[in-house]
DNA sequence: TATGAATGAGCCTTCATTCAT
DNA sequence: CATGAATGAAGGCTCATTCAT
């Protein structure tokens, strides 16, 4: 039967995958090599390349997946919590993703190291493509609804992201300028800022 | 006399820093090899060793000195105009820093892709050892002649150079979110929302 | 079928092998490198790192093996003839080598200049383990059949491999300090005269 | 005055000598570059080629000179000591020159590994040249004086100087077959043995 | 004489990629 | 589909030797 194979070839891909995302966050991605991805796998040389083009492409994928995963889950401790001001909730979103990428710094080092615009970047700009990632759609009603107005809230929405993800980089993995809980205040701070520049007045 | 050769090792040690740094700004600075810096400096490849350890060191010297420069030319840039306002006096300069870095991208490309935390940031933080750049101290210097008081003045810089750092690469190399002009403002806005942060009303 | 693809990777090692025993037996070991010994094996460089470390490696395995081709074949040569005095086996089996050695001078120099303790010297002392070379255990036998009495048979028997070793290197090679035919009486006469300390006068 | 440019000369082809002499007996020769020899004797590289040649050549006038001065301390020694039997005056000497050599391991490695023939043999054969060593000449009379015979008596001591040489060797640095005090008596027989092959009845 | 900057040949080693099995 | 042996281009780096000063 047909599904028996594909299912097979899932498993080898996934396999390849889980392999190259140990080695990735556990080392300086340099350093890794095909051979070692395969071996980790526990596949033969030659098979990466029936499933990858090359280590660029591996690490791109991954880059989006993890990238996805951690929005998702953002967004869906956001659903279960009752959050119903603007500011609060798009605090709240990103102080659960930085708590995620404390306890999981390899992840971070990963992401960031090897972020380049044209993934992550078209990836969250094109987040309306993705059925379950509504983040930019939920940004916006939420805006409206709360009576804040953007020009154009993508632009606010992508120097928010920005600006946590570089400046919390060097917070988490190198405590500079300072470790992340006290820089937090410091972030919040500029963030609501930021949000606060299209609040009206509106009832 | 000895001077003679030392001016010689000087302008060879410039010779192979210009080399690299051409390089360095037009291609994939892992795909220039010390081979091509020494060919390209008219110097054999045994004479690269004579200076610098490796590409590493000879790129983080590269990045310091330009960053250094970019930062000097705005503090100058600052000192010929009468801008008194804080807030205007921290625009006028990350306007001229982007005007700079628009006219020369590969600079910004080669800046920010291998800016790493340890050289910059100690850079930047440590920046009271050097002597003619003092934008720390005019940072705080100027919010305080101009009432405006932040718990830590240095942790606000650091948010705003990250912030702006990060997504003006991004801008200005793929024009995303926006080309830089129509980023600009809000950009400046995100800025300017941040230091109101730390303003009092005290006349 | 794999035996063909072990079969062919039996050959392309011995290929290796026999590269490297023609290069270090035709010339100064230090000058030969590891492209010369890939490419007089018909292989690429890269294969050679698939089969050995490095040069040290292979060197060390041509050692031994020719280490103990030559004793194998000695004493080959001393069972197919009938000697019964302990001495003149003792005797038999030296001259058999040397004639090998002279016949053979690259090996002789290649072995000696390269032989180093911890190599051969292991080799030699744990005998006992190689199932085909048991000249340690024969020495032994011989010995206390002729009424010949050692503190310490080992000790013995290494002294006069080594003397013969290194005298007859220089006899061999440099004619030095007589050509090996001359030379002879006087090496034998000072084996005998070694091996008759253990002399007793047991009938 | 000229006296004091060579005397100045001698002194700079000193310094080289006894830096070379340093790193030859600290490290495995083939790791100590002429870079190294002249900064240890504190002139400048090119300095080096003013007076030898190559590694190769420092090395065997090193060589040469300190087996020349072990054996002239084992000559003095003897002087020194009124020791008439003949037999027992060669022990004497092979003692002496063992504990001078177990004292000083690091020149016994040196000298060993570095003793090609066609400069220490050289050395050894010719040494009638040497006014001060007459290591040889005493050899031979005091084989007369106590009624030794050898029909080749160089070749006698030629075999007795290599055989303690190389057995001697890896006893002392490596303990095998035993360590040099216990191997001793092994040795001391054997050499008896040799030299008792001359040994006439006369009076 | 003495210096040491400059040279550049040449070594070792790695690893992405291919392809016969 | 899967394998892994073989490839060979490429890079980093060292160091003996030269030569202008």
Request: hydrophobic share 40%; aromatic share 10%; proline share 2%.
């Amino acid at each position: 039967m047909k599904s028996k194979i594909l299912e097979n070839k899932k498993q080898k891909e996934n396999k390849l995958l889980k392999s190259a995302f140990d080695l990735f966050t556990t080392r300086d991605i340099d350093t890794v090599t095909i051979s070692e991805i395969a071996r980790h796998a526990g596949v033969a040389k030659g098979t990466f390349y029936l499933y990858f083009k090359d280590k660029d492409q591996i690490r791109n994928i991954l880059i989006s997946r993890e990238s996805r995963r951690i929005f998702l889950n953002a967004q869906k401790a956001l659903e279960e919590n009752d959050i119903r001001g603007f500011e609060d909730a798009i605090i709240f979103m990103i102080n659960h993703i930085l708590m995620e990428l404390k306890k999981n710094r390899s992840i971070l080092a990963f992401i960031e190291k090897n972020l380049s615009w044209g993934i992550f970047s078209d990836y969250v700009q094109n987040a309306f493509a993705d059925d379950e990632l509504h983040i930019k759609n939920d940004f916006i009603q939420l805006a409206k609804k709360n009576h804040y107005q953007f020009k154009d809230p993508e632009v606010v929405m992508y120097i928010i992201i920005d600006m946590v993800g570089s400046t919390c980089y060097s917070s988490i993995i190198n405590n500079k300028p300072l470790p992340i809980d006290q820089y937090k205040p410091y972030l919040f701070d500029a963030v609501r800022a930021i949000l606060r520049t299209g609040k009206t007045n509106e009832k």
